[in-house]
């Protein structure tokens, strides 16, 4: 998996918009980009992929800018249960046997005030 | 509820005690993994599975002891735990190992004691 660097932590409040950006510089041709969320003692969830442009789901919106070394998870009027860690993973899901050991970083925990 | 199932939810074990963890999906995937998640730290991966086989063994000390009979079930068999075992012990399954959009249990919460 490429490395991935995100901020560790971010606050926000309740009806604002939400934009986590997850750097990734040696992102290869073939990784995708994918974003999982986590509350406190449950396994991670996964939240949307992209590999380039624009991916929108009901619970997010993934940009993707044209070189790829990076990319915003955005999350529209965040409330307090949005408050999680939130990770972003960049490989090849085409790898076949031996591929993607699916490791992840520590993420970044959102803070969602009232 | 995401289509993986772990029992139990929570674990109290003694550290001369064996325990086994469970975990299980009927989503027609390929590749199981176990995660160890303690208070406050990223997730560690511990293993991989594809296709019933160990593709990844993450340096885990010989106390904890995988077993997938089949790509529907992995097995944790504990024996001679430490306290600072303890921890959230979170399986995951996806279609083939690599597949990033994996699906998560709801992890057994252990207490070494």
């Known amino acids: 998996l490429a490395k991935t660097t995100q901020p560790i932590s971010m606050d926000s409040y309740e009806g604002q918009e939400v934009n986590i950006t997850c750097s990734h510089n040696n992102i290869a041709t073939n990784d995708y980009i994918t974003w999982y969320q986590q509350f406190p003692s449950q396994g991670p969830r996964f939240i949307i992929q992209?590999?380039?442009t624009k991916v929108t789901n009901e619970v997010a919106s993934l940009f993707i800018p044209a070189d790829r070394k990076s990319s915003t998870l955005s999350l529209p009027r965040v409330s307090l249960s949005d408050t999680a860690v939130y990770y972003c993973l960049v490989g090849d899901i085409l790898v076949g046997e031996y591929g993607n050991k699916l490791v992840f970083g520590a993420g970044t925990i959102l803070r969602v005030k009232s | 509820e995401t289509g993986v199932t772990q029992t139990p939810r929570h674990l109290v074990m003694g550290m001369t005690n064996k325990k086994s963890l469970k975990c299980e999906q009927h989503?027609?995937?390929?590749?199981m993994y176990w995660y160890k998640q303690s208070a406050k730290k990223p997730l560690e991966l511990m293993f991989v599975?594809?296709?019933?086989?160990?593709?990844e063994n993450n340096s885990v000390p010989s106390r904890f002891s995988p077993e997938c009979p089949n790509s529907s079930h992995l097995f944790l068999h504990l024996h001679t735990l430490q306290p600072e075992d303890s921890a959230l012990y979170l399986c995951?399954?996806?279609?083939?190992?690599?597949?990033?959009?994996?699906?998560f249990g709801q992890g057994t919460r252990l207490t070494v004691v």
């Open positions: 599975y594809n296709f019933k086989e160990q593709t």
């Open positions: 989503l027609g995937h390929n590749a």
């Open positions: 992209g590999y380039k």
């Open positions: 995951a399954s996806s279609q083939e190992s690599g597949d990033l959009g994996a699906f």
